[in-house]
């Protein structure tokens, strides 16, 4: 069974970094593109990052370009989404995806709230 | 990048009814639209990829069609448990982009 179990969210002040974590399990780690998709409260998804297998490509909309960074470490089946620079209007609920095109599956999200 | 409009926002129907959702391109997507459903407090599930193809487990009740720039979601013979918020998105192009939505609730 496919699992992705994100960690690592929290409240955090306008300017200041968080990282983010997601632990996949259940299917080979290292052969899937996989992505960050966030919902803020009450609102639609966006897409926020991709990295391919083996982390040489990465891919983001222009919203995060330049502030957020995507890794992994297929050794450890592990994500991961460094945020720097956090805005208001990076509040949002972040899930981890399994990205074939689509995002077929997806964690449980992790809430990040940059409040001051 | 790819705009997505999602119609109707919002949408009562009874138990047994059909229900359509519509999603429209911004430019030709090629059929690379794929339907995702979440339920109150839940992460999103797929539901249709390629426009017209079902994930495996999702109830033959569901069903995709469209081309182009206009593409549509059917639920026939609503059930309880479809009560969600629907969502179209493009992977045609980066960025991949959403609908805005579309509530469902019972009438």
């Known amino acids: 069974e496919v699992q992705l179990v994100e960690s690592g969210g929290g409240l955090v002040q306008p300017g200041r970094s968080l990282k983010l974590s997601c632990a996949a399990s259940?299917?080979?780690?290292?052969?899937?593109?996989m992505a960050w998709v966030r919902q803020a409260p009450k609102k639609g998804l966006e897409w926020v990052a991709t990295?391919?297998?083996?982390?040489?490509?990465?891919y983001y909309p222009d919203s995060v370009k330049g502030r957020f960074t995507i890794s992994r470490d297929n050794a450890k089946s592990s994500l991961y989404l460094q945020m720097n620079s956090l805005k208001s209007e990076d509040t949002a609920t972040y899930y981890c995806?399994?990205?074939?095109?689509?995002?077929?599956?997806w964690g449980q999200g992790t809430l990040v709230t940059v409040s001051s | 990048d790819i705009r997505m409009t999602q119609s109707p926002a919002s949408l009562s129907a009874s138990l047994g009814e059909t229900v359509n959702i519509e999603c429209l391109a911004s430019?030709?997507?090629?059929?690379?639209l794929a339907w995702y459903q979440q339920k109150p407090g839940k992460s999103p599930q797929l539901l249709i990829y390629?426009?017209?193809s079902l994930q495996n487990g999702v109830p033959s009740r569901f069903s995709g069609s469209g081309s182009g720039t206009q593409y549509s979601l059917k639920i026939n013979s609503l059930q309880s448990e479809d009560v969600a918020t629907y969502f179209c998105?493009?992977?045609?192009?980066?960025?991949?982009?959403f609908g805005a939505g579309t509530k469902l609730e019972l009438k």
């Open positions: 995806a399994r990205h074939e095109y689509v995002f077929a599956y």
């Open positions: 259940g299917f080979t780690f290292s052969n899937y593109y």
């Open positions: 990295i391919s297998t083996s982390g040489s490509r990465t």
């Open positions: 430019e030709d997507i090629y059929s690379d």
């Open positions: 390629n426009a017209n």
């Open positions: 998105q493009q992977y045609n192009n980066y960025p991949n982009t």
